[in-house]
């Protein structure tokens, strides 16, 4: 994917909050799922890049990978999907719903306290 | 100090996206974002449909590309009005220059509004461009395990085009099994409406066609 985007989006973002705060931003979590994948490494590294000499320097990025939920048809229950095993875990069922994919989020700020 | 944010972070194309899906709606003009890997026949197949449909819908297209007009002046030779949209580098089209192209086309004209995405089989799925709906193409030549690799496009589309199927019957030797093909597709996307065509003989193509129509038909409200 385009990591450098994601990272220069974040880094826009994360600067908007922090002035807001008037406060140092060390810390952030995003969360992105299954159908729209980042590489942790790749977004790290690009966001580390580009956040030198900004407010945003040296803040740790933690990547969160949410499952894909799908509903089944038969017996109802919702479970986390597994590309190479498409099937209900209860009832073995093929058929069911995709549940809506969680898009690409930035969830949380940690800000320095003086 | 943890602070709650819980914002998306795509969010300024998807706020590009949702005008486009004002303005495409207040219009009534049907709109389709259509994607593959480079070379699967995008172009092709809307120079086809476009010939082929000429006396009873008006089209227009957008041509995203990294670099040239080439595609935009194909389009063009069958009289259609294409806007080509030079993403400079980058591996998708974004809303934002979807925005501007709309306003470059002459959409009260048109039925149909097509997008032709970069030639990428991964990063366009993830924005949002305003339209209607998602195409997929996926050529005979590029194997059938498509669907497993790159599963987000092939979930979120309406409607998959498997293209290239002279290739097929003329007994070229390709591996391609088109029921594996559907079976995975329909795994992730049951709805999914399958297509298998050639732009070059027009073999499949009535069926699409007969999509196209109905949902153009949808979208004016008939
Ligand atoms: N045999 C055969 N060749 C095809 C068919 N459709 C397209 N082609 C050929 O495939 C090549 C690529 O087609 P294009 O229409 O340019 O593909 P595209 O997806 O628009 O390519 P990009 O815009 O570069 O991503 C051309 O040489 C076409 O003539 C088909 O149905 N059968
Ligand atoms: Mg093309
Ligand atoms: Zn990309
Ligand atoms: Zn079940």
Known sequence: MHE???AQSLLEMISAEAAKRNARPIGAKISCGMLNPVNDEILSFAFGAIAKSTVCEDLKLEIEHKPMNGQCKNCDSTFELELSHLVCPKCD????ELLPNEPLTLEEIEFQTE | MKVNIGKKILLANEEYALKNKQLLAEKKKLCLNMISSPGSGKTSIL???ICDL??????GVIEGDIQTDIDAERIRATKAPAIQVNTDGACHLSAAQVNKALE????NELDLVFIENVGNLVCPSDFELGENAKVVVLSVAEGDDKPVKYPSIFAKSEVLLINKIDFLSAGAQVNFDIERVKIDARKLNKDIKIFPISATTGEGMTDWYDWLI???NNSQGN
């Not at chain 1, 069922?93 to 069911?96: I, L, N, Q, T, V």
Request: hydrophobic share 35%; charged share 35%; no cysteine.
């Open chain 1, 93 to 96: 069922g093929k058929d069911f």
């Open chain 2, 47 to 49: 120079y086809r449909t």
């Open chain 2, 104 to 107: 470059n086309l002459p959409i």
């Open chain 2, 54 to 59: 000429k006396d009873k819908i008006k089209i």
């Open chain 1, 4 to 6: 450098t985007m994601v």
């Open chain 2, 214 to 216: 109905e949902s153009i």
